[in-house]
């Protein structure tokens, strides 16, 4: 089966970029029309059903918006599953989505990348390419976060999820 075409999309919803949400705009089932399409997933993601296969609402905005599907995937910068408005909305290789994507675990600090040391002082330790960096040990939990979230912002720009510091 072949994937869904512009026009296509064109022909059965309606894209309000501002909400993110699409409407349907069927000739065949009037009754649908002006209805909010798709429903959210166990996953929190909006899915719409269109021509027997569903798609994620928001590669269905790229589509709309942009005449092509995305190459990779399509992160949403204030992480929010179903929050599909297109100024919410960016291409993204996978390892650019996965850093701005909850983190579970923040360690025994309570923020990722600070660890305590044993003799005392905290150590900064980053992810760069897979490959964790030591960036140094530091005297108080404070300077040690923000030299992380230097450098984290540094590696991941745009895409860099951060904590609030304390």
Known sequence: MADLTQARLFEVLFYNSRSGLF?????TRTDL???????INPNGYRQI?????YYYAHRLAFLYMTGRWPTDQIDHKNRIKDDNRWDNLREATPAQNSQNAYKKKVGVSGHRWVYPRPEGGFAVFVKDHGHQVYLGTFGNKKE?????MC???QRHGSF?????SD
């Open 23 to 27: 409407y349907w705009n069927l000739r």
């Open 33 to 39: 029309n002006g209805k909010v399409a798709g429903k």
């Open 49 to 53: 059903k269109v021509d027997q296969r």
């Open 144 to 148: 040690a976060i923000n030299v992380a």
């Open 151 to 153: 450098a984290i912002k």
């Open 160 to 164: 860099a999820a951060l904590e609030e």
